[in-house]
T-cell receptor, first 116, second 116 residues
């Protein structure tokens, strides 16, 4: 089975531009997570979805960030307008229903975003 | 509040040495889940193991072994006969059980350098 797919792998953009990151979770997984990794803050959970519905977006830094999951096989994380401090590696992860027995999250390869 | 502490920022060993990565966690829940992930220089996050709080059995997988001790709130990871390919950042993570607590909290990671 294919793992979590993210695109693009690298993105370089100028401050003020809109950035859209894309994710395809593992087929059959019903949880999808977006994380950000920086040297200063480590791995941070930004938002997660269950069955395409956003459950917890308390980690989203500010209104410039938005995430959608229009269907079970696709999600986007959008930054508009982008700022240099948004430079980081953004990971998407997916997992099966946590329920009574928590299943591990499987991560995509990440998107390295550089905002100049 | 849940918390994961990986006090070792960086460890350097020579190939074939054994090495133990420490992980100490804090939680008020009686049901929780512990994880280890590996992040090699290529950047992806690779799931290694999940352990439930009600299963204190230690686990061995090839050269890897994990020691879970609830009495000391620790979930340590040992690599036996380390190899250069083990060089990576290793993250310990915790998820509390129960409804509404889906957040996976990561430690700050331990960078392992294995030299030939």
């Amino acid at each position: 089975d294919a793992g979590v797919i993210q695109s693009p792998r690298h993105e370089v953009t100028e401050m003020g531009q809109e950035v859209t990151l894309r994710c395809k979770p593992i087929s059959g997984h019903d949880y999808l997570f977006w994380y950000r990794q920086t040297m200063m803050r480590g791995l941070e959970l930004l938002i997660y979805f269950n069955n395409n519905v956003p459950i917890d977006d308390s980690g989203m830094p500010e209104d410039r960030f938005s995430a959608k999951m229009p269907n079970a096989s696709f999600s986007t994380l959008k930054i508009q307008p982008s700022e240099p401090r948004d430079s980081a590696v953004y990971f998407c992860a997916s997992s099966l229903d946590w329920g009574q027995n928590s299943y591990e999250q499987y991560f995509g390869p990440g998107t390295r975003l550089t905002v100049t | 509040a849940q918390k994961v502490t990986q006090a070792q920022t960086e460890i350097s060993v020579v190939e074939k040495e054994d090495v133990t990565l420490d992980c100490v966690y804090e939680t008020r829940d009686t049901t929780y889940y512990l994880f280890w992930y590996k992040q090699p220089p290529s950047g992806e996050l690779v799931f290694l193991i999940r352990r439930n709080s009600f299963d204190e059995q230690n686990e061995i997988s090839g050269r890897y072994s994990w020691n879970f001790q609830k009495s000391t709130s620790s979930f340590n990871f040992t690599i036996t006969a380390s190899q250069v390919v083990d060089s990576a950042v290793y993250f310990c993570a915790l998820k509390e059980g129960g409804t509404g607590f889906q957040k996976l909290v990561f430690g700050t990671g331990t960078r392992l350098l294995v030299s030939p």
